[in-house]
């Protein structure tokens, strides 16, 4: 089974950058759906990019294209975030995640990741903090 373990987070301004990491052992990331989600401060978790590699899936919801671009390292077993043009709405506590191989109790769907809503392994790690702030 695939452990995961995200990092990058931190404390940026408005308009700023940073790149996520989701390091991953115990399996090769090349052959699973991967992706990132946030769960802001009182609200619930969302998911907001997925990307698999065979299957030519990358995909990200509206409100994060063009700004986020999901990437997969194969060298690295390394699924990357890179966030771009940081908004204070962004500022959340950022996770990732693999598609589980079938639906039942530890696992949840997100609809709103359109071409890979799920379901999702629902066993989350620490994750990684961003803040938007100036």
């Known amino acids: 089974q695939v452990q995961l373990v995200e990092s990058g987070g931190g404390l940026v301004q408005p308009g700023g950058s940073l790149r996520l990491s989701c390091a991953a052992s115990?399996?090769?990331?090349?052959?699973?759906?991967i992706g990132w989600f946030r769960q802001a401060p009182g609200k619930d978790r969302d998911g907001i990019a997925c990307?698999?590699?065979?299957?030519?899936?990358?995909y990200s919801i509206d409100s994060v294209k063009g700004r986020f671009t999901i990437s997969l390292d194969n060298a690295k077993n390394t699924v990357y975030l890179q966030m771009n043009n940081l908004k204070p709405e962004d500022t959340a506590i950022y996770y990732c995640?693999?598609?589980?191989?079938?639906?039942?109790?530890?696992?949840?769907?997100?609809?709103?990741?359109?071409?890979?809503?799920?379901?999702?392994?629902?066993?989350w790690g620490q994750g990684t903090q961003v803040t938007v702030s100036s």
């Open positions: 990307i698999n590699d065979q299957d030519g899936i990358n």
């Open positions: 995640s693999t598609v589980a191989e079938g639906s039942g109790p530890g696992t949840s769907w997100y609809l709103n990741l359109g071409q890979c809503p799920g379901p999702w392994n629902d066993q």
């Open positions: 115990g399996a090769t990331l090349d052959s699973y759906t």
